[in-house]
């Protein structure tokens, strides 16, 4: 079997199993799917189209095309050798590409969503472009990047291409739609024009093409060379081509670069693409030809990614690393991902999922300095060193990764409920995780449990018995005479924090200077301002932390640092707060929005936050995004309010907050007196059996999505929670359990409990105690007041099976 098949399977299986319809529809061209009106609040969706249909494509029309558009500029980056954490490692040799599948191409969310199950990448340092995979025969062809993805990589510096797909026959492909793509009008090719006009309005770099339609001739073949250097002639658009149509217009897969496939890449004095993926089957011989192909033509070999497909099977996938990145000599090619979110497509959970990417991209130690290059998989570290994009100032991290179980505002949870949405991703740590000591190393993690900002925090825990170093950024950033370093950190107690910053200069950049961050006065977050004004003139190189002390069970997060001049600034308003459309959830109780206001002048913007005023004051938060567009998902109507007013707010790239602008949503009609509040409200929960049976399943309204349409858990404990949004007087709880999902009634719950709370800190009150239940559907009448309703399950089966299975957890009441 030829090992190309897998980069058309995935596609075609996914189109087969996320749309209805199949991805070997061969009729008439399919039209794109039908934009939202212009006064609609629902949910906008990242691009896609035909040929034909992008032709059609106005983003003055389109209601989506604003809520897809990244904010974020494609930053510089900086890697120096001397600095790398494993020794094997290369600066300035092969790169990585990586192509990523992060949903299906029709009903892909333009902003996140309230779902933290996704795929939340956090080694951009290790890759140099980022491929937007997907496209299907009956979803399209053509597939824009989501703006949070081009957001996160271009704050790690790394480049983002859409993908431009052309299936096989037997996948749905037709000739027809090949020639619809290089159609011409007199000397232009107008489908190219809009492949630039997205790029630029969205803010993206350039486009994977992946032509592998059979039937194609010499002729066609090379009209679309031609497409490509007619863009390249007028714009910075770039294109990577996958190596599968050959310039006599068949598909023949080289695995190579070879005199059949090269005019794609260099075409004479043309630059045709700017890289090429060689197909999986390569070998040692096929690869040393391709670099000096590659060569002859004026072209660099690390311009040439060598794929691997690891869809399947990960880091089990057998790769000849020797001939890629032969020992001690120069690499001989790049190299190309396919579907490196296997990590998280195959994790029981978060932790799980976690444990996987850094097995993939640092090793089985968990360290890129402690790789075993003799292992079938070392991890990429140990060939690709690290790059920063930190050579800027302000530098700001609160350790974010770009999804959570609640969100937190300078230390105040301000919303509880999961979340993903990597535009709100911090740049990762650049080493995860070197910790340097002679005794006993402490483990830093990313935490969930906690944050100064966002979702999570850095955590460092264990027995601590020597000094321990704890590298964390690579950076280029110079020092003037008023640079600040700023520490926020949280600690079990208060006293002593034992942790020290540490600093390296460019100058000697092995080796650190210390500044101490003395001790917390409580157990709250707290802020430490260092002074670096007497290294001014020098560049900083490295941000690490040192602890030093003893303690056999040391306890610390750091919820924030920063580097910067000057004091925390302190951003101006944004202006003119709209509501462009709103639709209803629920009719009379919760409605979904979209807003659009005037950016804040001074460009010294992170991101804007969206929050809803309560009646006592506080304020719950319903999103972020650097754009001046956010869809918010649900905004729910507390008793019988006539109407909500509505903040935005900017923060600084210090993290400094504006005043906010406002403006009102006004509710029609009486509200029902009752209908269930837990209907897609944040939900949390012990754990999940897989990553698709989360808590957000058990309030999505459906039983009837087949068995992965219900929560489940194995774990010791076992309890689901959601949130309400504000307290609400409650009636009746109905639970729908594994039977009502069409599963064997021996798996109904047998004893449970339901509890309820009005605030965080409060007590737990049960207000129902089931034991020895068989329904497959139970209801459970009550008269109390809460926010917060918990099922709390004790004997989850009818036998011994250990997992629960709850399929609707519903909370009616007004």
Same mark, same amino acid.
């Given at each position: ?44 969706? !990242? ?64 902003? *996140? ?32 990047? +989501? ?68 039937? *194609? ?96 099977? *990960? ?284 950016? !804040? ?88 059996? +897989?990553? +698709? ?7 999505? *309204? ?113």
């Amino acid at each position: 079997m030829s090992r190309r098949l897998p980069l058309l399977l995935g596609t075609a299986l996914a189109a087969a199993t996320l749309t209805a319809t199949p991805a070997a529809w061969a009729g008439p061209t399919p039209a794109a799917a039908p934009a939202a009106t212009a006064t609609s609040g629902t949910q906008p969706f !990242a691009s896609y189209w035909y040929p034909n249909s992008i032709l059609n494509w106005d983003p003055a029309t389109d209601p989506d095309a604003r809520f897809n558009r990244s904010r974020v500029p494609l930053q510089p980056r900086t890697s120096d050798p001397a600095l790398r954490a494993n020794p094997n490692a290369r600066t300035g040799e092969g790169r990585i590409a990586s192509l990523v599948s992060f949903g299906p191409t029709s009903d892909n969310p333009s902003q *996140g969503s309230a779902d933290p199950n996704y795929y939340a990448f956090g080694y951009w340092q290790y890759v140099d472009k980022l491929v937007f995979w997907g496209g299907s025969a009956g979803e399209g062809l053509i597939l824009a990047p +989501n703006p949070t993805v081009i957001d996160a990589a271009h704050r790690n510096g790394v480049k983002v291409y859409g993908t431009v797909f052309f299936p096989p026959g037997a996948y749905g492909g037709q000739l027809q739609w090949v020639r619809d793509f290089v159609q011409k009008s007199g000397s232009r090719y107008p489908v190219a024009d809009k492949l630039v006009q997205a790029a630029q309005y969205y803010g993206f770099d350039g486009w994977f093409i992946n032509q592998e339609t059979g039937g *194609g001739d010499s002729a066609l073949a090379g009209e679309v060379r031609n497409l490509m250097q007619y863009t390249k002639a007028q714009s910075g658009t770039e294109f990577m081509w996958y190596d599968a149509m050959t310039t006599s217009g068949s598909v023949n897969w080289q695995n190579a670069l070879t005199s059949a496939n090269s005019r794609f890449l260099q075409d004479g004095s043309k630059r045709t693409s700017d890289s090429m993926f060689l197909n999986f089957g390569w070998s040692s011989s096929g690869l040393n030809s391709s670099r000096a192909l590659a060569r002859q033509l004026g072209r660099n070999e690390y311009e040439l990614y060598s794929g691997i497909d690891t869809e399947a099977n *990960g880091y089990n996938t057998g790769v000849d690393w020797s001939s890629l990145f032969p020992s001690g000599q120069p690499h001989t090619t790049s190299l190309g991902l396919y579907r490196p979110e296997w990590t998280w497509k195959s994790a029981a959970d978060r932790a799980d999922f976690y444990a996987k990417d850094a097995r993939y991209w640092v090793g089985a130690a968990a360290d890129p300095s402690r790789i075993d290059l003799s292992s079938s998989w070392p991890g990429l570290a140990g060939y690709v060193a690290e790059s920063s994009p930190i050579t800027a100032k302000p530098f700001v991290t609160t350790f974010g990764t770009g999804q959570g179980d609640f969100y937190n505002a300078a230390g105040t949870r301000v919303a509880t409920g999961g979340w993903n949405n990597l535009s709100l991703q911090d740049v990762p740590p650049t080493y995860r995780w070197v910790v340097e000591s002679s005794g006993g190393r402490l483990t830093p993690s990313v935490d969930f449990t906690d944050a100064y900002q966002g979702g999570s925090a850095l955590r460092l825990s264990g027995k601590l018995d020597a000094a321990n170093t704890v590298r964390l950024y690579q950076t280029r950033l110079p020092v003037a005479a008023d640079t600040r370093l700023d520490l926020v950190v949280k600690t079990p107690a208060a006293g002593p924090t034992k942790l020290k910053a540490a600093v390296s200069f460019t100058d000697a950049p092995g080796t650190f200077t210390t500044i101490d961050v003395g001790a917390n006065s409580g157990t709250g977050w707290e802020r430490h301002t260092l002074d670096l004004s007497p290294y001014a003139g020098r560049t900083v190189a490295q941000i690490a932390l040192r602890v030093k002390g003893s303690d056999p069970a040391y306890d610390l997060r750091v919820g924030q640092i920063a580097l910067y001049d000057g004091s925390v600034a302190t951003p101006a308003a944004p202006s003119g707060l709209t509501v462009l459309g709103a639709s209803d959830v629920t009719p009379g109780t919760s409605q979904s929005l979209r807003l659009s206001w005037t950016a !804040a002048p001074g460009g010294n913007v992170h991101h804007y936050e969206v929050y809803r005023r309560n009646a006592d004051g506080s304020r719950t938060f319903l999103g972020a995004t650097p754009n001046d567009a956010y869809f918010v998902g649900r905004l729910d109507r507390t008793g019988g309010e006539n109407a909500t007013t509505l903040d935005v707010e900017a923060v600084s790239t210090t993290y400094g907050r504006s005043a906010a602008t406002s403006t009102t949503v006004s509710w029609n009609g009486t509200p029902p007196t009752s209908t269930n509040l837990a209907l897609n409200r944040p939900a949390t929960a012990s754990g999940q059996c +897989n990553a +698709n049976e989360g808590p957000a399943k058990a309030v999505n *309204g459906s039983v009837g999505g087949g068995t992965g349409d219900k929560w489940c858990t194995l774990t010791s404990a076992k309890w689901l929670e959601v949130d309400l949004g504000s307290a609400k007087k409650l009636s009746t709880f109905v639970v729908k359990h594994a039977a009502a999902g069409g599963e064997s009634a021996s798996y109904n719950t047998r004893d449970f409990t339901i509890q309820v709370r009005s605030g965080t800190s409060d007590p737990w009150t049960t207000v129902a105690d089931v034991t020895g239940s068989t329904a497959g559907t139970t209801s459970h009448p009550v008269n109390t007041t809460a926010r917060y309703v918990r099922l709390v399950v004790t004997t989850p089966t009818q036998t011994t099976d250990p997992a629960a299975r709850i399929y609707e957890f519903e909370a009616w009441g007004a």
